[in-house]
């Protein structure tokens, strides 16, 4: 029922997927500057005829339906073009900086996960107290920092000043890595290459905690308020009075519920984090598909654009469809 | 078994102290019920919660004892109280709808309490073997748990969560939870107020049925007197955290003392004298936190005097196990 359910809401991303191309596609289009211009960079020693000749090979001197319907029907067999600028296949591109980007959203939504969930339920357990109010102001402060400014503060210091962690790439210049699945992490945990795994984690951490900051800071006040709203219910005192240890009482029965509000945050959240992406990206010098976007859009690189904000849509809406399968478990009286 | 001895209880607030409880006296032996009655608000609850050692918030018991098979609960290391809760006394809670955590299984959060207390351990064979033999043995109680508290087909209904529990079904899981360790004293706080009138009676039929067959002593706090006066053998009138009158049900209800008790039941509209007009006690509650030494129900006193302010009064025995605490009698 439920597999049946997961598959319905899948096949339901199709047309989702066709509104985010036409809409990307045409709004491309309606943005000031034109990408043969920009090539040709206004040179007065290119002939209109040499201008013409471009524009036709890029198939931009046709009217837009034609080009959109073009773009659609090609894009249905999985070819999403050639980019303008590096005239290389769109896919190949997406496909090469694809696992660096979700390895460093994973990574940055686990830190985050696992340093506001604690810290959270604490709070919340210990209202009012040093710590709770540490915290709180803490997170506040993370929630009002921009991740561009986070991600230069956390250079400054720990790059420039005490050398601790690499503030560009993703691994280190002349260590090998044999790639298995693009992941570096993962690739150097398979290949059993510590040094690898050592490097990666260096070039991780800074960017990832830049990332994850503001959901890190969100998270711990949901936590707090809906764990400070759990634990005056009955059924805590009702835990309580089974002879529960109180250990139990907070972690099983009182998270348990507290975590309901808390993953439908992080659900809406994992839209600003793919958006964080591409500043946290361009700061770092990441080779992911944020710094791709960033790139190709002050290129005016139509099929790059396209195609990466195709692949954020369907990482978006994948995102979204774990959550709410995620919640029907956490939470009995929701089905999907 | 259990005796309660000049307990106190108070809320440490930014305006004061409130005695919530304050210098309660009561006992009860095996098998006997127990009714505590009063209006909202009066420290019957925050009393139940106190005898469990669970005293809510910024709540802090100052003095007495509470006595339970000889030995003073106040004196227990949190970890003894934990192994007393749930094992030897147990709580029924007034709304079933919040007792039962809304994200685990009815089956669950009954066989809880077997686990917690280790009831169904198992000594012999591999820890995987005895791991599953456990397992077994508490679902096979829970099962028996929940027919004998008549929730029908268990065996489906272990499974479901209690959101596709009706209201009478609920409160009949809460108490197998309390009745799944065999305890010797049931706190049941309000257990019917939640529910209606017809399955009010089937629970209580039930809570009757427990008593009488496992011989579980009962504490009910209610503001029901007619259910107080069928289904208790001895009642304590509550007001403002005090004891004011207790003894055997029918001296208390038949022949009541307190100025208090009366309005209490001339407050009840009789369906035998229709014309009969209620008389509701004028006021309310007072605030906890104003109260002086002196009776709490002077304010709203009918026939108080000048006599009321001039000391604290304490319960007077009145023949039979019968006591009041008022100026009339002392």
Not at chain 2, 146 to 153: A, H, L, N, R, T
Not at chain 2, 183 to 209: F, G, H, R, S, W
Not at chain 2, 260 to 268: A, H, K
Request: aromatic content about 8%; overall charge neutral; glycine content about 8%.
């Amino acid at each position: 029922m439920r597999a049946v359910k997961i598959v319905e809401r899948v096949l339901a991303t199709i047309p989702i997927m066709i509104g985010v191309a036409i809409l990307v596609f045409l709004f491309m289009r309606f943005t000031p500057g034109d990408p043969v211009d920009l090539m040709m960079g206004k040179d007065g020693n290119v002939s209109a005829q040499e201008v013409a000749t471009l524009r036709a090979q890029f198939n931009l001197d046709e009217p837009i339906y034609v080009q959109l319907f073009d773009y659609l029907h090609k894009a249905s067999q999985g070819d999403l073009g050639l980019s303008f600028k590096k005239n290389r296949p769109v896919i190949e591109l997406v496909k090469e900086a694809l696992p660096a980007t979700v390895e460093l959203s994973l990574v940055a939504v686990v830190i985050s996960l696992f340093i506001a969930i604690p810290i959270g339920v604490y709070s919340a357990v210990k209202q009012n107290s040093l710590i709770d109010r540490a915290s709180m102001g803490i997170s506040f402060l993370g929630v009002s920092m921009p991740a561009f400014w986070l991600g230069i503060v956390l250079i400054l210091i720990f790059s420039v000043k005490l050398g601790i962690s690499p503030a560009q790439g993703r691994i280190d210049y002349g260590v090998g890595l044999d790639k298995v699945t693009g992941f570096y992490l993962l690739d150097s945990i398979l290949t059993g290459n510590f040094q690898a795994f050592k490097s990666t984690l260096s070039h991780l951490l800074l960017p990832a905690i830049t990332l994850g900051a503001t959901l890190a800071a969100i998270v711990t006040r949901v936590v707090r308020s809906s764990m400070l709203e759990v634990l005056r219910q009955d059924y805590i005192v009702m835990a309580r009075a089974k002879g529960m240890s109180e250990f139990k009482v907070v972690v099983k029965h009182a998270l348990r519920n507290a975590l309901i509000p808390t993953v439908t945050v992080v659900g809406l959240e994992i839209g600003v984090l793919l958006g964080g992406n591409m500043i946290v990206e361009t700061v770092f010098g990441w080779p992911g598909l944020g710094r791709i976007a960033v790139e190709a859009i002050f290129n005016r690189d139509y099929p790059l654009v396209q195609g990466v904000v195709m692949f954020y849509a369907i990482v978006f809406v994948m995102a979204n469809l774990i959550v709410d399968i995620l919640y029907t478990y956490i939470n009995p009286k929701i089905s999907i | 078994m259990l005796q309660v001895k000049d307990l106190t209880m108070v809320y440490e607030t930014d305006r004061g102290k409130v005695k919530a409880v304050n210098g309660v006296n009561f006992s009860i032996g095996h098998g006997e019920v127990l009714g505590l009655v009063g209006e909202s608000g009066c420290g019957k609850s925050a009393t139940l919660l106190t005898l469990l050692g669970l005293v809510p918030y910024p709540g802090k018991i100052t003095s007495g004892e509470i006595l339970f098979n000889g030995e003073d609960l106040r004196k227990k290391s949190p970890t003894e109280m934990r192994n007393i809760r749930g094992k030897d006394i147990a709580m029924i809670f007034q709304d079933p709808m919040t007792a039962l955590n809304p994200v685990f299984k009815v089956g669950e959060q009954i066989r809880e309490t077997l686990r917690i207390h280790g009831l169904m351990q198992e000594q012999k064979g591999s820890w995987w073997s005895r791991r599953k033999k456990q397992n077994h043995n508490e679902r096979e109680r829970v099962m028996e748990l929940m027919k004998e508290v008549g929730i029908p087909s268990p065996d489906e209904r272990f499974f479901e969560y209690p959101h596709q529990f009706s209201g009478g079904m609920q409160q009949r899981v809460v108490i197998a939870i309390a009745l799944a360790c065999s305890a010797q004293l049931l706190l049941a706080d309000e257990p019917t107020t939640a529910l209606d009138v017809t399955i009010q009676a089937q629970i209580l039929e039930l809570l009757n049925k427990i008593n009488r067959e496992r011989e579980t002593a009962i504490i009910m706090v209610t503001h029901n007197l007619g259910m107080a006066a069928e289904f208790c053998q001895k009642i304590a009138v509550m007001y403002a955290g005090e004891i004011v009158e207790q003894g055997p049900t029918d001296a208390v209800l038949e022949n009541p003392k307190h100025p208090y008790t009366q309005g209490l039941l001339q407050s009840i509209p009789r369906i035998s004298e229709r014309k009969q007009r209620i008389e509701p006690i004028p006021g309310s509650v007072p605030d906890l936190a104003t109260l002086d030494e002196t009776c709490a129900f002077y304010p709203r006193c009918g026939k108080r005097t000048k006599a009321c302010l001039l000391k604290k009064y304490n319960l007077e025995d009145l023949g039979e196990g019968h006591s009041a605490k008022c100026a009339l009698y002392s």
